[in-house]
């Protein structure tokens, strides 16, 4: 895999640029692939992000060990009530149009998580995984912090609680003659989301009005911008409109949520606003309201799809 991008695929970003201190010019190019990214669209490939590839391997391999035990296995994993999002095994409610069932956890000891006894090692992989997601997300924060000239540290120290973070481990029943599966066209809600999938595909990103699959390939994680990002940049940075479509084949994927703390205030910034003579594209709001907002979207879909709430709710339309 070629660091770059053409037309029909989605640019790829070799990390390692990143992480040597004696490669300015591939850290330029890498900086530049990214901005140009995440302007026009809001996602790329990473590798050479420093998770490993056994242990990518191995949280896949876990997680449809436990999807395939029966549903009353996996029904002793439900949520706890009080979280901010519902821990543990659940599955789209029947009247979504999205068809999955998922394992949604926490940061390693948060109390909210309700990990399953089986199999064994599922909670010390979904752990590990997530200590080495959570730095990446650190990483990629950064980076985009400089791809829009930020001073440094500002999104860091905005974004200053990982409390809030999760991960999902997610399967997708395999498709039938009456029953599709996927998810439909979404934003992210979040700060920066990072999918890694098994071989089957389906992943699908909107690049430039076109549907473009995201082919997978081993070891490397999609990263997607989200509507936080967006907001704070008033639109400079882009949230980025993905799918699930229907497969034949039954799909394993996992997506982690580099969040934002739900008392933050989101707002676009002085630097993409008033410094530079620009109206705001957005009022502020309450990250956790937003989050709860959308948990709803879930829970109890509008009957029209024009009620669903996605970050337009907050647009200023002149
Ligand atoms: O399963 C995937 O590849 C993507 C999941 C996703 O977009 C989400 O959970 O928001
Ligand atoms: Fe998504």
């Not at 300015?24 to 490939?45: N, P, R, V, W």
């Not at 990250?287 to 709710?313: A, F, M």
Request: aromatic share 12%; charged share 25%; hydrophobic share 35%.
């Amino acid at each position: 895999m070629k660091q770059g991008m053409d037309e029909f695929s989605i640019p790829t970003v070799d990390l390692s640029h990143l992480l040597r201190k004696d490669d300015d010019h591939g850290k330029k190019k890498a900086m530049e692939l990214i901005t140009q990214a995440c302007s026009d669209y809001g996602f790329f490939q990473i590798m050479n992000h420093g998770v490993p590839l056994d242990l990518m391997k191995q949280a896949l391999e876990l997680s449809k060990t436990f999807f395939d035990y029966p549903d009353e296995e996996k029904r002793r994993s439900s949520p706890t009530s009080d979280a901010p999002l519902p821990a543990g095994y659940n599955r789209q409610p029947l009247h979504s149009p999205d068809k999955n069932e998922y394992f949604l956890v926490f940061p390693p000891h948060s109390s909210f998580d309700v990990y399953p006894q089986n199999p064994p090692q599922f909670r010390e992989v979904a752990e590990e995984i997530f200590r080495h997601l959570s730095k990446t997300g650190l990483l990629l924060e950064s980076i985009i912090n400089e791809c829009l000239g930020l001073r440094p540290n500002f999104l860091k120290e905005f974004n200053d609680d990982r409390s809030w973070d999760f991960m999902v481990a997610l399967h997708y029943w395999a498709a039938s003659e009456n029953e599709n599966n996927g998810i439909t066209e979404h934003e992210d809600g979040n700060c920066i989301t990072f999918v890694f999938q098994d071989e089957v595909g389906g992943l699908q990103v909107r690049k430039n009005g076109e549907w473009i699959p995201v082919i997978p390939a081993e070891g490397a994680i999609v990263v997607n911008i989200g509507d936080v990002i967006q907001v704070l940049s008033n639109k400079k940075f882009k949230s980025a409109t993905h799918r699930v479509v229907r497969q034949e084949r039954s799909r394993y994927s996992y997506a982690f949520f580099y969040n934002l703390q739900g008392d933050k205030w989101v707002e676009p910034l002085s630097e993409f606003t008033k410094e530079i003579g620009e109206a705001p594209k957005y009022r502020g709001f309450k990250y956790g309201e937003y989050q709860q907002l959308r948990v709803r979207n879930k829970s109890h879909p509008p009957s029209r799809p024009e009620d669903v709430i996605h970050i337009t709710h907050y647009e200023i339309t002149n």
